[in-house]
T-cell receptor
Framework: DTGVSQNPRHKITKRGQNVTFRCDPI?????LYWYRQTLGQGPEFLTY????????KSRLLSDRFSAERPKGSFSTLEIQRTEQGDSAMYLC???????????????FGQGTRLTVV | AQSVTQLDSQVPVFEEAPVELRCNYS??????LFWYVQYPNQGLQLLLK??????LVKGINGFEAEFNKSQTSFHLRKPSVHISDTAEYFC?????????????FGTGTRLTIIP
């Protein structure tokens, strides 16, 4: 399978615990995005990497959230001291950015569903 | 900033009937437009996209959409739906630039096909 892979698919955690999600993008894609999707809503942008550089962060990304992409390949999203409001689907997407006119397609993984109890 | 409005949160349609899912956007700059489909507990799959050129765009699974710049709309249509089309559909935009493909999504339209 050469698509975007996310692990785990499901995570149940107690409030106050830390959780970490992993995203493996399509291998040649240099751009990686994290989105959050709550029930009944569309995905909301969280953060974006070009290679290993984190170039943009949404105001939704509070101090408890941190994302890394250390070698420009896979990425991790960590949530510290989880709260019930963090319960959501966390989606990762990747794209092959080109510095020419035109936008390329972002391919999405199947998501990690987080439930904080 | 960009915003996307999907006026219909739920659309029930009989099997083999036509359907139109509405999408309007707002942006101070030129944008690219997309429709994604999401099946239960799955990620998003691209149905079609408008980048430039012909305003009528054809996508996968028999879907098409028409870009209307004056009405800032990008409605999705299918002439005859199937049970397998039951899913959530999201309209999205991204700024026309060299930066990145960060997407702004609408709240989605749940399409339910009635046998």
């Amino acid at each position: 399978d050469t698509g975007v892979s996310q692990n785990p698919r499901h995570k149940i955690t107690k409030r106050g615990q830390n959780v970490t999600f992993r995203c493996d993008p399509i291998s040649e894609h240099n751009r990686l995005y994290w989105y959050r999707q709550t029930l009944g809503q569309g995905p909301e942008f969280l953060t974006y990497f070009q290679n290993e550089a984190q170039l943009e962060k949404s105001r939704l990304l509070s101090d408890r959230f941190s994302a890394e992409r250390p070698k420009g390949s896979f990425s991790t999203l960590e949530i510290q001291r989880t709260e019930q409001g963090d319960s959501a689907m966390y989606l990762c997407a990747s794209s092959l950015g080109r510095d020419t006119l035109g936008s390329t397609e972002a391919f999405f993984g199947q998501g990690t569903r987080l439930t904080v109890v | 900033a960009q915003s996307v409005t999907q006026l219909d949160s739920q659309v029930p349609v009989f099997e083999e009937a036509p359907v139109e899912l509405r999408c309007n956007y707002s942006s101070s700059v030129s944008v690219y437009l997309f429709w994604y489909v999401q099946y239960p507990n799955q990620g998003l799959q691209l149905l079609l996209k408008y980048l430039s050129g012909s305003t009528l765009v054809k996508g996968i699974n028999g879907f098409e959409a028409e870009f209307n710049k004056s009405q800032t709309s990008f409605h999705l249509r299918k002439p005859s739906v199937h049970i397998s089309d039951t899913a959530e559909y999201f309209c999205a935009v991204t700024r026309l630039n060299f930066g990145n493909e960060k997407l702004t999504f609408g709240t989605g339209t749940r399409l339910t096909i009635i046998p």
